[in-house]
Structure formats: C-alpha cells, structure tokens
C-alpha cells in the first residue's frame, strides 16, 4: 500500500525524502494514495526539475516544492511542506495573492521579472527579488484547483544594479561643476537620499583643523540633523562623537556602530524598519596621514551586511571622497584665479599709475634736451651735441615704452575708447608705411606698398590704426634680413584687410597660439636687436579688437610671415566721434622708426681714437685690446667712448656670435658683454669661451639689466670675472676694467714665473707640497676627482673642532706655479654655521706668522668667510658633511680654496648671495669651480708684506 507513495517521491532528492517520511493524512492533501492523477503528475513534474518550483494545490494552498526552490525560502523550509503558502510567506502574500488568484479565475499563465518580496528566511525581514511565473494547476476533470510557479531569484543583480547606479549618480556630481564644497556635498546627500534600501541615512564630516564639521545629512524631514553632532572635536569627541565612532573614522579606522535604533529611533526604509547598524568610513583624501573626513551611512535592515555590501559602502565613501576632492580643487582653483586676476588688476593699475608718473620727469628731460639741440644762439659743440643726441633719443624711446604701457593698461582695464573719424584708410596708411622706407631701404630691404583707394570711406581712431600699422612694420623689419616687406590694404562685400607680409625667419607652429599675449618673445629667435617688452604684437592685437576687427597670422620658418588686420565694414561704418582730434598723431611711427633705424647702424659721429703717447688717460695698460658685445647702438658708442677715453682699443660688435668670432680671429686683453643680445647671449658667450682651453683665461665682465643676486651668482658661477648691473657709474666700470687687467697680467706673470727658473739649479733639497694642485678654473674635475686635493680618509671632526689632516703630506717636487714653497695647509671642518669662526682664527694665526700685512689679511678673511659661508649654507645633499680649507703661500702670493661636497643645484635662496660674491672678487682673483661632486672656490690675494 505505501509503495506507490514511495515512487512518487523517488529521485526527488533531499526534500523527495523528506516529502515521503511526512504524514500527508495529516494536512489538507490527505494520503497520497488518494491523490488524483494530475496531482501526482504535477508533484513529478516539480520534483523532477532542477529549477525552483512550487505547486500550490487546493483551497488552502498546500505547498508542495524541491530542492532548488528550498534552498529559496532559507529557514523556512521543511515546515512549509504541505503547509499554507499564506501562512508560510505572510510577510510577502500581499504581493502575491494578486498574481496567485488571477492564474487560478482566468486559467492563464502570468510572469513576472524582479518581482520585489519580503521574505523572513535568515532571522530578519529581508528583501528579495525573484523573477516569476505563475500557471493554472488543474485536477483531473480539468478544473483550476492550484498555481504551479516557477522561479529564480534576481536579488543579487538587481541590488548590484541598483548600486552602481548611486555610485554613478554621484560620479555626475563630482564632475567639477559645483564650485562650493558645502553645495557639492549637499548634492551628494541628495542623491542618496533618493537609494534609502541601500543607504537609509547618510552624514558628511570634513575636517576643519582639528575639528570635525557636518556639511550635510540625509533624512531632514525625520530629524536626522537633531541627532547627529553638528561639529565633533577631535581632541575631545565627547561620548555622542564616541558612539558614533566618527573619531575614529577620523583618524582612518572604519567603524561599525550598532544600536543606532536606540539613537535614531525614527523608522526608515519602504517597510519603515528602525535601522540597527551604521558604519563610520573615513573619506579618502590621497595623504596617507589623515583622511578628508568621514562618511556615517546607516545599514540597510533589510540587506545583511556581508562582503558586498561592505565593498559597496567602500566604493561609496570613495566616490564622495572624489567629489569632494574635485570641488575642493575646483574652489582653489577659482580663488588662484580671483587672486591672479586681482593681481592682474593691481599690476594694470599701476602700470597706468607709474606710466603716467614717469611722463612728468620725461617731460623735463625732452625738453631741455631739445631746447640744447635747438638753441641757434649757444650752439652746442660737436662733442657735447653727440652726448645730448644719444640722452635725446633715449628718452624719447622710454617715452614710447610708458606710452605703450599706459595704453596696454588702459586696454587691460577696459578704459581705452576708439576716438573713431571718418578716414581716408588707403591714404593714411601709404603715409605710415612711407616713414619706414628709409629704414627698409637702410636695411638692404625693399617695401613694397599696395593701398589702392577703397570703395568707401572708413571709420578707425587714426592714432591706433598707426600704433597697428608701425608695431607690425617694426616687427618684421626687426625680424627679416633678406627680401622684402610688402604692405596691402584691400577690401570685399565683408571686411577691409591690412596685410604685412616679409620674408623673414619666420614663426615655428608651436608660437603662433601664445603670439599675441602680452610679454610673450619667441625664445631664441633671430633678431636685429634683443631690446623690446614683448607688448606690441599684444598691442596690436588688443586695439585691432577696439576697433571692432582682429588679427590673423600665417607663418613658415625660414619663408616669411603675414599679419592681416581685419575691419568688418560694419565696424569700419560705425558712426564717426565729433569734436577736436586727439594729440599725439605721427609720434608712435616718428619714434618706431628712430628705435628701427639704431638697429641698423651706429648713430652718427666718430669715437674718440685712444692717444697712447701722453695725456692723463695713459696707464699701465694704456693700448689693451678689448671686445665690447651689446646689441644696443647707444651703448656700444657710449662704452666705446668711456673705454677709449682709458686709451685702450675697443672693438665693438652687435652680439655674442660675432663677439665668439672676433676672439677667435685676434684674441683681446679683455671682453666686456651684454647678457641679453639676440642669438648667442652673454651667459652663452661666457659658457663657451670657458669651454675653450685657449680662451679659458680670458677676462670676462658682463653688463645686464637684470638686477639681484640670482643674476650675479649665474653669471659668476658660469666663470665671468666680475659682473655690473645697469645703470653703473663710469667711473665704476673703468675701475673693474683695470682690477680685471690687472689680475689678468699677474696670473700670466706667475704662470711664466717657473718657466724661467727651471734653468737654474735645483733646490738643495725638495720642498713640502700636496701631491696635486688646484683645478685650473673653468675646467670641471672628473666626477671622482676632488678639485682640491687631500687625504682619501679625510673625516669631520666629531667634536665640532676642524681637523688638521696635513700640514706636509708629502716630499715632492714643487707645485707647478710655485705656490706652496713657504706654507701649504689643509684642514677640514663639519658643514655647519660656526665653522666660520673657527676657519677665521685658524687662518689668522697662520698667517701672522708669516707677517702678512694687516689689511690683506683681514679682506682674506672676509673673503675666505663668504666662500665658507656659501659652502655651508648652498651645498644640498652633501656625499660627506663637511667643508675642505687649503691655505698655500709661495710665489708671492696667497691662495686659499674652499670646497663642499653637495650641488648647488636646487638651493635655498640666500639673502646675499650676489653681494657675497661680489664681496669676495673685490678683495681677490676668485675661481668657482663646480660639479655634482662639489663646489671648489678659489680666492688668490698678491702679498704686500714680508712673506
């Protein structure tokens, strides 16, 4: 009798089993053996399957399911058995008793994806999704008497969707439009408010110093605010902080805080279930040290929080991490901007403030300076006419500069106007153009000029179309040398065109977007002079737009450029101004083509011819050649005059090229250079005269407006023997001119002092020596060299007292300039700021024995001290800790070099770092020589006394 029930239930699996041992007399269905046919068919179909499925089966809706669909119902099962499907999923049958009785009244099958449940099947009130489908069951007469259903859960996809849809919400946000950080991370709150399943309340802290402060939280109209602290101390947490744990979340320990009901007792979610469990993350900023704040997110009652949900809560607090961080850099950008912009603002103003400041005093400078020109009645000599032409041209050139600072500004600060008349455009440019054609044609140059009459009258400021027209003329005179410059004004049904076209060298594509910003200069370039502010192109550009056009540009290098200026004619038929025409028409093209015309030539007038016979001027080194390189006319004839004055020979040329060549072909006594020149500059010139082995020697003195220590120490470190910066006095210049001679001619003396004596006999017996001398200056050590040369084993002194690592290392023969045949020592001292002191005593009493005279010595010191200060204060990232002084006395003469073991590279910036180098060549012949290994400073003073 019970064999049919055992078959029926065979091959079920675990729960066919289990369906077999249960007392089916026991519930609605009755015995098995008085189940109809499609009863039992159905239970085979259902237990037969590998996919969940359910058979609901009569009035009360008897379950009856296998394995698969089991393992769905979690706790749940095996009770649900035969049992009431209402009673065994209560808390999910409103949800399907629709479904369920709409297959059993209308006999069709339904189906349904994602349907949402609440299930009870691990211990709490889960949420659940299943995609369903559900058929009418029939009995053997063919009535609906049940609801067979298929299934498969959907949850994890349909809540990892879910997820990555907040976490790209929020992405949206952190895209750098919200340029406040409190309104970025109310925007975020906003978005989660709108997931509360997976995120039923959310808070952001962000640090604020030493405190925590809440920007925004969800849940406004639950109270959530009242709740949560507004500020937390981190210091001083408190115990509400405490219990949330955002102290620790603080300090970048995650958190997971439990009874958050007891805190937050308001209920929350789709099925208002208080929320038990919150997690304090800490908001990832980038530095390791300290987060950027912390993010309190309540846990879902519903989800349990396993791996993902965990990772999730990760990605999260990322991802309004990233926001937060963007519109943080976002709200320090916009201030940069504001402050460079008030910067910007500030500057303009004061150019407008110092350019018209500076008119006054120009004012009385032109013009007595033109009264001396003109006065027929005391006619100025020849000579003094010369000095008083070269202070008038200047002066009228810085005149130019203010005025194209005052109208740059004026443009900048949005004050310029366009004082427009009605022009004949054809006319007034040819006339502009035909100021230049003597410059042009001066230049070997042709102009060409194409202005035939246009159709119709134009409107334009004629005092800015000729800042237009002369700035682009200067320009390309300034930059083309072989060719022509060919000037074009035409027009069409839409626009005139102002086109300027040469065959100079040209503008690479890389300059051409960054061509018309303000002191913006193509690096490098070949030009007719270096001088300029980097403003008329950005001139150009800026009145082209006053006038209501713009300016394009088209250029290949080596084949020529061409600028076209633009007039729409609706800008060119605006209505003309009415009354007086301003003043100042013609200066602009006067003074472009003065400024123009010294590139070209020397001004007119003859040097001075040096008289080496007689006269005050003659000196000890009256008929010295020099070489003079400045790119300026006025000042090569003004140098020119003060240096021939001194009787000696001057050559001048226009740059540091030509000034290479010139050395090469008859080498001079002495080279004076300007640094900025077009081509090969003076720091150039210096580096590669340096390089040579037959200029190494060569006297250097470079002539820069560039004022400061910055520029003084480049030039000297580069092996330049002295350094002036503009304006100087002349009486100064010729005064370093002849210290430079003059250390020249000694150092020459005492390199052919051994060569003399080496015919004489041999010393009785060797002198004490070092075992190497000095590196000669300008030619860098190898890297595993010392320039000055001592024990291998040489160490600091560990009490801070220097070490004498040798007075005599050696019997060898004489050092090869005779220097060390009376003294030769060297000491060590630790790298540190009372080093000074001790080297200074150490020295003094050194050479007190040897009855130096008094003066000499303490400039030594002074000298010596500067070079030991710099090593310790500049030497970065030293291999050893510690400054090498050698001292060496012989030849009469004293050296004394100073040597770190760090670069110079990168170093802090020093208040005195010029004057200090200065001060050093003022009281000796000083070398620098420096490598990766270490900088060597050398300091050679000829003895007065009896030593």
């Given at each position: 009798?019970?064999?049919?029930?055992?078959?029926?239930?065979?091959?079920?699996?675990?729960?066919?089993?289990?369906?077999?041992?249960?007392?089916?007399?026991?519930?609605?269905?009755?015995?098995?053996?008085?189940?109809?046919?499609?009863?039992?068919?159905?239970?085979?179909?259902?237990?037969?399957?590998?996919?969940?499925?359910?058979?609901?089966?009569?009035?009360?809706?008897?379950?009856?399911y296998?394995?698969?669909?089991?393992?769905?119902?979690?706790?749940?099962?095996?009770?649900?058995?035969?049992?009431?499907?209402?009673?065994?999923?209560?808390?999910?049958?409103?949800?399907?008793?629709?479904?369920?009785?709409?297959?059993?009244?209308?006999?069709?099958?339904?189906?349904?994806?994602?349907?949402r449940?609440?299930?009870?099947?691990?211990?709490y009130?889960?949420?659940?999704?299943?995609?369903?489908?559900?058929?009418?069951?029939?009995?053997?007469?063919?009535?609906?008497?049940?609801?067979?259903?298929?299934?498969?859960?959907?949850?994890?996809?349909?809540?990892?969707?879910?997820?990555?849809?907040?976490?790209r919400?929020?992405?949206?946000?952190?895209?750098?439009?919200?340029?406040?950080?409190?309104?970025?991370?109310?925007?975020?709150?906003?978005?989660?408010?709108?997931?509360?399943?997976?995120?039923?309340?959310?808070?952001?802290?962000?640090?604020?110093?030493?405190?925590?402060?809440?920007?925004?939280?969800?849940?406004s109209?639950?109270?959530?605010?009242?709740?949560?602290?507004?500020?937390?101390?981190?210091?001083d947490?408190?115990?509400?902080?405490?219990?949330?744990?955002?102290?620790?979340?603080?300090?970048?320990?995650?958190?997971?805080?439990t009874?958050?009901?007891?805190?937050?007792?308001?209920?929350?979610?789709?099925?208002?279930?208080?929320?038990?469990?919150?997690?304090?993350?800490?908001?990832?900023?980038?530095?390791?040290?300290?987060?950027?704040?912390?993010?309190?997110?309540?846990?879902?009652?519903?989800?349990?929080?396993?791996?993902?949900?965990?990772?999730?809560?990760?990605?999260?607090?990322?991802?309004?991490?990233?926001?937060?961080?963007?519109?943080?850099?976002?709200?320090?950008?916009?201030?940069?901007?504001?402050?460079?912009?008030?910067?910007?603002?500030?500057?303009?103003?004061?150019?407008?403030?110092?350019?018209?400041?500076?008119?006054t005093?120009?004012?009385?400078?032109?013009?007595?300076?033109?009264?001396?020109?003109?006065?027929?009645?005391?006619?100025?000599?020849?000579?003094?006419?010369?000095?008083?032409?070269?202070?008038?041209?200047?002066?009228?050139?810085?005149?130019?500069?203010?005025?194209?600072?005052?109208?740059?500004?004026?443009?900048?600060?949005?004050?310029?106007?366009?004082?427009?008349?009605?022009?004949?455009?054809?006319?007034l440019?040819?006339?502009?153009?035909?100021v230049?054609?003597?410059?042009?044609?001066?230049?070997?140059?042709?102009?060409?000029?194409i202005?035939?009459?246009?159709?119709?009258?134009?409107?334009?400021?004629?005092?800015?179309?000729?800042?237009?027209?002369?700035?682009?003329?200067?320009?390309?005179?300034?930059?083309?040398?072989?060719?022509?410059i060919?000037?074009?004004?035409?027009?069409?049904?839409?626009?005139?065109?102002?086109?300027?076209?040469?065959?100079?060298?040209?503008?690479?594509?890389?300059?051409?977007?960054?061509?018309?910003?303000?002191?913006?200069?193509?690096?490098?370039?070949?030009?007719?002079?270096?001088?300029?502010?980097?403003?008329?192109?950005a001139?150009?550009h800026e009145?082209?737009?006053?006038?209501g056009?713009?300016?394009?540009?088209?250029?290949?290098?080596?084949?020529?450029?061409?600028?076209?200026?633009?007039?729409?004619?609706?800008?060119?038929?605006?209505?003309?101004?009415?009354?007086?025409?301003?003043?100042?028409?013609?200066?602009?093209?006067?003074?472009?083509?003065?400024?123009?015309?010294?590139?070209?030539?020397?001004?007119?007038?003859?040097?001075?011819?040096?008289?080496?016979?007689?006269?005050?001027?003659?000196?000890?080194?009256?008929?010295?050649?020099?070489?003079?390189a400045?790119d300026?006319?006025?000042?090569?004839?003004?140098?020119?005059?003060?240096?021939?004055?001194?009787?000696?020979?001057?050559?001048?040329?226009?740059?540091?090229?030509?000034?290479?060549?010139?050395?090469?072909r008859?080498?001079?006594?002495?080279?004076?250079?300007d640094?900025?020149?077009?081509?090969?500059?003076?720091?150039?010139?210096?580096?590669?005269?340096?390089?040579?082995?037959?200029?190494?020697?060569?006297?250097?003195?470079?002539?820069?407006?560039?004022?400061?220590?910055?520029?003084?120490?480049?030039?000297?470190?580069?092996?330049?023997?002295?350094?002036?910066?503009?304006?100087?006095?002349?009486?100064?210049?010729?005064?370093?001119?002849?210290?430079?001679?003059?250390?020249?001619?000694?150092?020459?003396?005492?390199?052919?002092?051994?060569?003399?004596?080496?015919?004489?006999?041999a010393?009785?017996?060797?002198?004490?020596?070092?075992?190497?001398?000095?590196?000669?200056?300008?030619?860098?050590?190898a890297?595993?060299?010392?320039?000055?040369?001592?024990?291998?084993?040489?160490?600091?002194?560990?009490?801070?007292?220097?070490?004498?690592?040798?007075?005599?290392?050696?019997?060898?023969?004489a050092?090869?300039?005779?220097?060390?045949?009376?003294?030769?020592?060297?000491?060590?001292?630790?790298?540190?700021?009372?080093?000074?002191?001790?080297?200074?005593?150490?020295?003094?009493?050194?050479?007190?024995?040897?009855?130096?005279?008094?003066?000499?010595?303490e400039?030594?010191?002074?000298?010596?001290?500067?070079?030991?200060?710099?090593?310790?204060?500049?030497?970065?990232?030293?291999?050893?800790?510690?400054?090498?002084?050698?001292?060496?006395?012989?030849?009469?003469?004293?050296?004394?070099?100073?040597?770190?073991?760090?670069t110079?590279?990168?170093?802090?910036?020093?208040?005195d770092?010029?004057?200090?180098?200065?001060?050093?060549?003022?009281?000796?012949?000083?070398?620098?020589?420096?490598?990766?290994?270490?900088?060597?400073?050398?300091?050679?003073?000829?003895?007065?006394?009896?030593?």
């Amino acid at each position: 009798m019970t064999r049919p029930s055992t078959d029926l239930f065979a091959g079920g699996g675990d729960t066919g089993r289990l369906m077999a041992e249960l007392d089916w007399a026991r519930t609605p269905l009755g015995p098995v053996t008085g189940w109809p046919q499609s009863l039992r068919a159905a239970v085979r179909l259902v237990l037969s399957s590998r996919y969940p499925m359910l058979l609901l089966w009569g009035e009360s809706f008897s379950q009856l399911y296998n394995d698969a669909y089991s393992a769905l119902i979690g706790d749940k099962h095996p009770a649900a058995l035969g049992d009431d499907v209402r009673v065994t999923l209560a808390e999910g049958w409103d949800v399907l008793a629709p479904l369920i009785r709409e297959a059993m009244a209308t006999g069709v099958a339904s189906w349904v994806p994602a349907l949402r449940l609440l299930l009870e099947r691990a211990g709490y009130r889960e949420e659940a999704y299943f995609s369903v489908s559900h058929a009418p069951a029939r009995d053997d007469d063919g009535r609906t008497v049940g609801v067979l259903t298929v299934c498969s859960e959907v949850t994890e996809q349909v809540v990892g969707e879910r997820r990555l849809r907040l976490l790209r919400d929020l992405s949206v946000v952190g895209d750098g439009r919200t340029v406040d950080v409190d309104a970025t991370g109310a925007r975020l709150i906003d978005v989660i408010d709108g997931h509360p399943l997976d995120v039923p309340f959310a808070a952001i802290y962000l640090h604020d110093g030493a405190v925590l402060r809440r920007i925004a939280c969800t849940g406004s109209d639950q109270g959530h605010a009242r709740v949560l602290p507004d500020t937390v101390v981190l210091a001083d947490p408190g115990p509400v902080a405490d219990a949330w744990g955002l102290a620790d979340a603080a300090e970048g320990r995650p958190t997971q805080v439990t009874d958050v009901a007891d805190r937050l007792p308001l209920p929350a979610g789709p099925w208002r279930d208080p929320v038990h469990t919150a997690l304090a993350l800490p908001l990832p900023s980038g530095d390791e040290d300290q987060p950027l704040g912390v993010l309190l997110a309540g846990v879902s009652p519903s989800r349990g929080l396993d791996e993902a949900y965990r990772s999730f809560n990760q990605l999260l607090a990322q991802q309004i991490s990233m926001a937060l961080r963007n519109a943080q850099e976002y709200e320090e950008e916009r201030r940069r901007v504001e402050a460079l912009a008030e910067l910007d603002r500030v500057k303009t103003d004061f150019f407008a403030n110092v350019s018209h400041e500076f008119r006054t005093p120009l004012t009385l400078i032109l013009g007595p300076l033109a009264d001396a020109l003109t006065d027929a009645t005391a006619p100025l000599a020849p000579g003094q006419r010369e000095r008083v032409e070269t202070a008038w041209r200047n002066a009228t050139r810085l005149l130019t500069l203010v005025n194209n600072l005052l109208t740059f500004s004026s443009l900048e600060a949005g004050r310029a106007r366009s004082d427009a008349r009605v022009v004949d455009l054809a006319a007034l440019t040819a006339e502009l153009t035909g100021v230049f054609r003597a410059a042009v044609e001066r230049a070997g140059l042709t102009l060409e000029v194409i202005c035939p009459p246009l159709p119709r009258p134009v409107t334009v400021d004629p005092v800015n179309w000729e800042r237009i027209v002369t700035n682009l003329l200067s320009n390309a005179l300034k930059y083309t040398f072989v060719g022509h410059i060919r000037v074009t004004l035409d027009s069409d049904d839409e626009e005139v065109r102002l086109t300027v076209a040469d065959t100079g060298i040209g503008i690479a594509d890389r300059d051409l977007p960054k061509l018309f910003e303000r002191f913006h200069r193509v690096r490098g370039a070949r030009s007719r002079s270096h001088e300029g502010t980097g403003i008329g192109l950005a001139l150009v550009h800026e009145l082209a737009r006053l006038e209501g056009g713009e300016v394009r540009v088209s250029s290949r290098v080596g084949v020529g450029t061409t600028f076209t200026v633009a007039l729409p004619w609706s800008a060119a038929r605006r209505p003309a101004v009415t009354g007086p025409r301003q003043d100042g028409r013609g200066d602009a093209a006067r003074a472009a083509v003065q400024e123009a015309t010294s590139w070209l030539a020397e001004p007119g007038g003859s040097l001075p011819k040096p008289d080496l016979a007689s006269g005050p001027t003659v000196d000890e080194f009256a008929g010295a050649r020099i070489l003079l390189a400045d790119d300026n006319t006025d000042m090569r004839a003004y140098l020119s005059r003060l240096l021939t004055g001194q009787g000696w020979r001057v050559r001048a040329v226009t740059d540091g090229r030509q000034a290479l060549d010139e050395v090469h072909r008859e080498q001079p006594d002495l080279v004076l250079t300007d640094v900025m020149m077009p081509g090969l500059d003076g720091f150039d010139l210096v580096r590669l005269l340096r390089a040579d082995p037959a200029t190494r020697a060569l006297p250097v003195l470079v002539l820069s407006a560039r004022a400061g220590g910055e520029a003084s120490v480049e030039g000297l470190s580069l092996g330049a023997d002295d350094y002036l910066v503009k304006p100087f006095a002349a009486a100064e210049l010729i005064a370093r001119v002849r210290a430079a001679l003059r250390r020249a001619r000694d150092r020459t003396q005492r390199v052919a002092a051994p060569a003399t004596a080496a015919g004489d006999a041999a010393p009785a017996s060797p002198r004490p020596t070092l075992v190497s001398d000095l590196a000669p200056a300008g030619k860098p050590p190898a890297e595993d060299e010392s320039p000055v040369a001592g024990p291998a084993d040489a160490v600091p002194s560990t009490t801070g007292e220097p070490r004498i690592d040798a007075s005599v290392v050696a019997e060898a023969p004489a050092d090869r300039d005779g220097l060390g045949d009376i003294l030769d020592v060297e000491r060590t001292y630790p790298a540190a700021p009372t080093s000074a002191a001790a080297m200074r005593r150490d020295v003094r009493l050194t050479l007190d024995d040897l009855g130096v005279d008094p003066d000499v010595l303490e400039e030594l010191l002074l000298a010596a001290s500067e070079a030991m200060n710099n090593a310790v204060e500049h030497a970065q990232r030293p291999s050893r800790p510690e400054v090498r002084l050698r001292v060496q006395v012989g030849g009469g003469l004293i050296r004394i070099s100073v040597r770190d073991f760090g670069t110079w590279r990168d170093r802090r910036p020093a208040m005195d770092r010029g004057r200090g180098a200065l001060l050093m060549n003022a009281y000796g012949d000083v070398r620098l020589v420096s490598t990766a290994a270490g900088t060597t400073v050398t300091i050679e003073r000829r003895l007065t006394g009896p030593a």
